[in-house]
């Protein structure tokens, strides 16, 4: 049928991908199913295929997922962007709704809940995972002065943080994210500044009440 929704999968394991694929290819209403590695690729493929939506992941290689939700917006305000990601910690949501993704559920979520997303999302609605949307109304009326300084961070930044905040060396960092040894301790000097904070365990303290920090379960 012509009316089908076509999708890309934006994930940099091929196996998670494979998953993706399959639950969604049950659908009768979904058609062609186009996959990125990462969100360069994305980029790229959007602009070439103009999906109906995109089911994106948050920790990749490269420029990572939140930089990949500003640019596909960039290119294409009406870009519909599903987040599917590990983290359900309220700042990750609320920075990839913020960005502009139209819907947030994790990977513990049920198949059918990633077809139901899609479906919404597709329709012109949104759609976030229940237990995440509780939590959100919950928050959204104590706003912390911590949460206000993160919001400062760019999305590189933001990246950075998270992983220097979770043990990673400035040269591991930049290993994962596709950076220079320099650029990352930049970064890292300007989101000290920024959370006004000198020391890394300061870094670490602050991530850590913010919920960023991730457990063995989540890695």
């Known amino acids: 049928m012509a009316d089908k ?6 994930d940099d394991h ?22 990125a590695d990462r969100g360069e690729t994305a980029c790229q493929l959007y602009v070439q295929l103009m999906p109906d939506i995109v089911v994106l992941d948050l920790s990749m290689p490269g420029i990572g997922g939140f930089e990949s939700i500003r640019r596909l917006i960039n290119r294409d305000p009406h870009c519909k962007i599903l987040v599917f990601s590990i983290h359900n910690e309220l700042v990750y949501v609320t920075r990839a709704l913020k960005a502009g993704a139209k819907g ?39 706003d912390q002065d911590e949460s206000e300084k993160i919001k400062l961070l760019s999305p590189r930044e933001f990246d950075v943080f998270c992983l220097l905040a979770n043990g990673y060396t400035a040269r591991k960092a930049a290993e994962k994210l596709c950076l220079s040894y320099k650029t990352v301790c930049n970064h890292g000097t300007v989101i000290k500044e920024k959370m006004g904070v000198q020391t890394l365990a300061e870094l670490t303290l602050l991530a850590s009440r913010q919920g960023l920090i991730e457990t063995p379960e989540g890695n």
């Open 104 to 142: 947030y559920i994790t990977k513990n979520s049920a198949p059918e809940t990633l077809v139901a997303a899609v479906y919404k999302i597709a329709q012109g609605g949104t759609y976030v995972d229940p237990d995440i949307a509780q939590q959100l109304a919950v928050s959204i009326a104590s």
């Open 14 to 35: 091929a196996v998670v991908r494979t998953g993706y694929k399959t639950y969604l290819a049950l659908s009768d209403k979904i058609g062609a199913i186009y996959e």
């Open 5 to 10: 929704l076509s999708v890309l999968l934006v």
